[in-house]
T-cell receptor, first 114, second 113 residues
Framework: DAGVTQSPTHLIKTRGQQVTLRCSPK?????VSWYQQALGQGPQFIFQ???????QRGNFPDRFSGHQFPNYSSELNVNALLLGDSALYLC?????????????FGPGTRLLVL | GNSVTQMEGPVTLSEEAFLTINCTYT??????LFWYVQYPGEGLQLLLKATKADDKGSNKGFEATYRKETTSFHLEKGSVQVSDSAVYFCALLGGGSQGNLIFGKGTKLSVKP
């Protein structure tokens, strides 16, 4: 049973560029959430996708956008990168309506903005 | 709003010592509570969870009890090993339509042989 997968594992970009990160959920899951984890901090919620729509959003600017595909996989896009966007980006999947909605995390994508 | 407060680290213990990492929360409604563990250079792994008051989550020798009266979910292990060295995060998932996990800042545990 495949767990949550993310690609790429590492990425280096320069300020002002755009980046796309990808996530495939755990088999049987239909909901994908994205988190940003700065060095030495706990993860911060970016947004959650279900049924191909953004259902909930954290306190992140519009430069952060996403998409969910019919196969439940998801992308996180960040435009106009800032140095402060350097972080570990974590994807988590869950099953909506399961009563507990436990989130399982992927290994993350480490983004460095120079 | 909902929040999680964890004891600050780092925590350094000798192998076979008893571990407690304190976690308290503020939440409306009936949240679910979680402990996640992060090994160096990796993502988060679910360690244990509890979904209602007085539930005890357990896994790999770790335990935590959901205490509504003290709004706490302290993590304990009777005898730690070097392989338990990692960062531990307490988190809550709000009830109802709230789908986002709220994390504490994490507690780094180092276990010395």
């Amino acid at each position: 049973d495949a767990g949550v997968t993310q690609s790429p594992t590492h990425l280096i970009k320069t300020r002002g560029q755009q980046v796309t990160l990808r996530c495939s959920p755990k088999s049987g899951h239909d909901t994908v959430s994205w988190y940003q984890q700065a060095l030495g901090q706990g993860p911060q919620f970016i947004f959650q996708y279900y049924e191909e729509e953004e259902r909930q959003r954290g306190n992140f600017p519009d430069r952060f956008s996403g998409h969910q595909f019919p196969n439940y996989s998801s992308e996180l896009n960040v435009n106009a990168l800032l140095l402060g966007d350097s972080a570990l980006y974590l994807c988590a999947s869950s099953l909506k309506g399961s009563g507990q909605e436990t989130q399982y995390f992927g290994p993350g994508t480490r983004l460095l903005v120079l | 709003g909902n929040s999680v407060t964890q004891m600050e680290g780092p925590v350094t213990l000798s192998e076979e010592a008893f571990l407690t990492i304190n976690c308290t929360y503020t939440a409306t409604g009936y949240p679910s509570l979680f402990w996640y563990v992060q090994y160096p250079g990796e993502g988060l792994q679910l360690l244990l969870k509890a979904t209602k008051a007085d539930d005890k989550g357990s896994n790999k020798g770790f335990e935590a009890t959901y205490r509504k009266e003290t709004t706490s979910f302290h993590l304990e292990k009777g005898s730690v090993q070097v392989s338990d060295s990692a960062v531990y995060f307490c988190a809550l998932l709000g009830g109802g339509s709230q789908g986002n996990l709220i994390f504490g800042k994490g507690t780094k545990l180092s276990v010395k042989p």
